[in-house]
């Protein structure tokens, strides 16, 4: 018996996931000050990233689709070479 992960569950899960924590770095970065490396660090390959609500909201963004973009050859390949 094959188990199969679904692609566009793994997908979206991971992208969630990715995107929560970017608004959690975000959020705990502009109130507290705390993680400005990370953040910084973030910023230089998602151009935008900051702990404003836009930059915030950039980085939300961005963490959904690389999280689902990795989610989903996560899964095509465990499906692929199970």
Same mark, same amino acid.
């Given at each position: 018996m094959t188990i199969k992960?679904?692609?566009k569950g793994l997908g979206l899960s991971l992208g969630?996931?990715?995107g929560i924590c970017m608004l959690v !770095? $975000? &959020? #705990?970065g502009g109130i507290f000050g705390i993680w400005t490396d990370i !953040?910084? /660090?973030?910023? =230089? /390959? %998602?151009? $935008?990233?900051?702990? =404003?609500?836009?930059?915030?909201? #950039?980085g939300v963004i961005y963490g959904f689709v690389d999280g689902f &973009? $990795? $989610? !989903? !050859? &996560?899964a095509w #390949? %465990?499906?692929?070479?199970r």
């Open positions: 992960i679904s692609v969630i996931v990715c !770095i $975000g &959020i #705990l !953040i910084e /660090f973030t910023a =230089t /390959f %998602y151009v $935008g990233f900051d702990t =404003t609500p836009v930059g915030i909201f #950039l &973009i $990795g $989610g !989903i !050859i &996560i #390949l %465990y499906n692929r070479l």
